[in-house]
């Protein structure tokens, strides 16, 4: 029964949200549709949430003045039990991930503008931090720029380094991990956007070679070569939206066949559908998510899930296996202040 649960994290009254915590619901897969099962950990802002790799086990950032990680051991009808909380070392963290090999957890403390390593053993249960690494620097943008902010971290799916994206000094920072002492040591030089362009998170295609950064605050997609040893070089940009109004990107990925890039935009409230068959994402398509604040989606076989924040639901959305659009299914369901959905 676990491939067919979701969880979903978000913002609650301690961060000004209208969760409880953490909120699991079931998926049909045949429909895509979500039946709620309701709250499932009271925990404090779950904003993002990520499984172990092999063993049932959730993770989920607490994005608090004072950064937690939380763990969970999943059973199989979607019920969390604590295995733990630990701090990031940092304030306000907004993104987590597992090293393939199940042995670290890394979590980007948004508010701290630090990279934080917590080793997990044999049953993927958290130790005390074991590096903590303070990215320095600013960008132009005074509000939102004014120091370094972490906002995603991404291992390499092989044996490259880490890659964590900075949306204060407009870098990504590469990182290689010694498995032995949990500590990182960066790999130079670190990957320069264009000045402004407040990078959020990275997608990377399967095939290991390419990979796609959203940018925040400039609206943009950027077009990178990855190499084997994790350099990224620039092939171009493009514009993240073909609407008017404000467009501030959010989450980004590569569909299931890797053909497509999905990108979604708040403030016009639209998953923008691009074509990979070229050097630069080709916009094929964008669609309405009936809402205004689409922060964060995943995929789940055929259909995509839409977290809007601001609408608290989730929209459950078929997506065309031929054009790679999405359409929408069924009725949106409703949770407080979704910031992350988990299937």
């Known amino acids: ?50 499984r172990h790799p092999s063993r049932p086990v959730l993770y989920a950032v607490n994005e608090l003045p004072e950064g937690q990680v939380s763990a969970f051991a999943v059973d199989p009808d979607g019920g969390l039990t ?47 931090r074991t590096d903590l690494v303070v990215h320095q620097g600013h960008g132009p943008d005074p509000q939102r720029q004014e120091r370094a902010h972490c906002h995603m971290v991404s291992p390499d799916p092989g044996v490259g380094p880490l890659l964590a ?48 950064l959203a940018g925040e605050l400039d609206a943009t997609v950027t077009a990178y070569q990855l190499t084997a040893d994790g350099a990224l070089h620039q092939l171009g940009r493009v514009d993240a939206s073909g609407r008017a109004g404000h467009v501030q990107p959010s989450e980004i990925t590569v569909g299931p066949d890797g053909r497509f890039l999905y990108l979604g935009n708040r403030g ?15 916009l094929v398509d964008e669609v309405d998510t009936g809402g205004e604040w689409p922060r964060h989606f995943a995929f789940a076989g055929r259909h995509l899930y839409v977290a809007d924040e601001r609408a ?32």
């Not at 000004?16 to 979500?34: F, K, N, Q, T, W």
């Not at 459950?316 to 359409?327: A, I, L, M, T």
């Open 268 to 282: 016009v409230g639209t998953v923008a559908v691009f074509a990979l068959d070229g050097e630069l994402p080709r």
């Open 165 to 212: 994206v900075d949306l204060g000094t407009d870098s990504v920072y590469r990182y290689d991990l010694d498995a032995a002492t949990g500590r990182l040591t960066p790999r130079a030089p670190r990957v320069h956007t264009v000045a402004g362009t407040g990078p959020r998170h990275l997608a990377r295609h399967p095939d290991g070679r390419r990979c796609w």
């Open 82 to 128: 604590p295995l733990g909380v630990r701090s990031t070392g940092g304030a306000e963290p907004a993104h987590l991930a597992v090293a393939p090999d199940g042995g670290h957890l890394f979590v980007a403390n948004y508010g701290g503008g630090s990279v934080a390593v917590l080793p997990l053993d044999g049953q993927g249960v958290p130790g005390d």
């Open 312 to 343: 608290d639901m989730i929209r459950v959305f078929w997506v065309d296996p031929e054009s790679g659009v999405p359409s929408p299914v069924g009725e949106p369901v409703a949770t407080g202040s979704p910031t992350c959905v988990l299937p």
């Open 1 to 50: 029964m676990t491939g067919t649960i979701v969880h979903i994290g978000g913002y609650t009254a301690d961060t000004g949200g209208r969760g409880e915590g953490i909120v699991a619901a079931r998926r049909d897969p045949e429909s895509g549709e979500l039946t709620p099962l309701g709250t499932v950990a009271v925990t404090p802002a779950p904003s993002f949430l990520v």
